[in-house]
Structure formats: C-alpha cells, structure tokens
C-alpha cells in the first residue's frame, strides 16, 4: 500500500522560505507522477506544483517564480521549495502520488494517493 508522510511545514514570516519534503513507501517511486496540492480555509483543494514521472513540471500563475518542486527517485521523495512566501499561501499542504494506471470514474479516482497534510502559515 503507497504511504505518503508530508514534513516541512510551520510558521514563517512575510518573504520567508519554507521546504517541504515528500516521503513515499510501498510501490516503485519512480513510475508515480507526483505533486503538491493545498487547502486554504475556506477554499477548495488547488494544485500547487506537479512532477511527472517523465520530468515535466507544471505550476499554476500564483505561484509560478516562487515554488520549485523537485524529486529525488532514489530517495523516493519529492519536495517543495517555497520562497517569497504571501499570506495567501498559509494552507495545509498535501502530497499527492499517481500511480501508472490512474483514472478517474465519476467523483472517484483511482491509483490516486495523499498524504495527511502538513500545516504552512505565513504571518508576520
């Protein structure tokens, strides 16, 4: 069973940086495609940076320029380089993995893993 354990996360100041790292047990880490999604309170899940198993990365504008994902395969963990950071990106932080043979069939997606989350709060 894929496992997925979020660290990294605490309070940090207006301007600051933060890395958040990604550990994954139970299946071969290098064929999954990986990213980071977030919560805010209030707000619905966002997709914050993706890896795929084949290098390429993707980020959405709100973020673009300050995050860096990267992924160590033979460490089986991704991480997040935060920098620059806003009080608008204070959230939980959630790992995701998505094995080969992922879908989705209505509401429901399969080969589609989380982590437990890990809190990021930028306040001054």
């Known amino acids: 069973q894929v496992q997925l354990v979020e660290s990294g996360g605490g309070l940090v100041q207006p301007g600051g940086s933060l890395r958040l790292s990604c550990i994954m047990s139970?299946?071969?880490?290098?064929?999954?495609?990986m990213g980071w999604y977030r919560r805010a309170p209030g707000k619905q899940r966002e997709l914050v940076a993706s890896?795929?198993?084949?290098?390429?990365?993707n980020y959405p504008v709100s973020v673009k320029g300050r995050f860096v994902i990267s992924r160590d395969n033979a460490k089986n963990t991704v991480y997040l380089q935060m920098n620059t950071l806003k009080s608008e990106d204070t959230a939980v932080y959630y790992c995701?993995?998505?094995?080969?043979?992922?879908?989705?069939?209505?509401?429901?997606?399969?080969?589609?893993?989380w982590g437990p989350g890990t809190q990021v709060t930028v306040s001054s």
């Open positions: 995701n993995a998505k094995g080969p043979d992922y879908y989705c069939s209505g509401d429901k997606c399969y080969y589609d893993y």
């Open positions: 139970g299946s071969i880490f290098s064929i999954f495609d």
């Open positions: 890896f795929t198993k084949s290098g390429t990365t």
